[in-house]
């Protein structure tokens, strides 16, 4: 439990950084040089155990061919899974990190996934080379600078019926970052509908974060 604690802690404050209410549009992006130092606490087997990474992929209901965008895909804790998950698809892993997208790019030849590319993106827009099928946020939405036009700007890289889903630690989850470094699941919705999107699915089943399914209206 005290490993868990840890990392969910290490999670929030590095992965998810908190912005005030009057803020909360603004970039905020803490430097992530040295990625084999944070694969250490991102791809902690530990956080299996909350993350439920298995569950999440098998949630998103993902068609074998599918093409995934990872938005702030760090060291490929997810992106790795996805990639293995739809051997037929395309995943690209995108972080503004220049250091992740290196090891990233490492890992996926290192571990045989030709299916997985790891992208450089950018605080503006995460630079997709094509359109996507799904574009998956876990602890990054906060990171989302100007996120109203950012997610506006993102329909032009969902293919027809994509979809964007966003997981992120709840404010009144037990474990986690401080509360003022969260962002409501209400604000998310919010948010999203200005960008045009309409909530099309949430599931619960995570002990600590909200899981939403936005597409496209």
Known sequence: MAVIRILLL???????????????????????????????IFDDPARDAWQKPEDVVRALALAPD???ADIGAGTGYFAVRLARAL???????????????????????????????????SQRAPNLPAPVDLALLVD????????VQYFTDLKQRLAP???????????????????????????????????????????????????LVFAPI
Do not use: C
Request: no cysteine; net charge positive.
């Open 10 to 40: 290490a999670l929030g404050l590095l992965l998810a950084p908190a912005l005030p209410a009057q803020h909360a549009e603004q970039p905020m992006h803490r430097g992530f040089g040295g990625a084999e130092r944070w694969s250490k």
């Open 87 to 121: 051997p037929r698809g395309r995943v690209y892993g995108a972080d503004i990190e220049p250091d992740m997208v290196r090891f990233l790019g490492e890992r996926a030849a290192r571990e045989g996934l030709a299916n997985l590319y790891a992208v450089q993106a």
């Open 161 to 211: 019926g994509g979809r964007v889903a966003i997981i992120d630690f709840r404010p009144d989850a037990a474990a986690g970052p401080p509360i003022q470094h969260r962002i409501a699941p209400k604000t998310v919705a919010d948010e999203m509908a200005r960008a045009g999107y309409r909530l099309a699915g949430e599931h619960a089943f995570l002990p600590n974060q909200y899981f």
């Open 66 to 68: 599918a093409s995934v």
């Open 140 to 147: 990054t939405y906060h990171h989302v600078g100007q996120r």
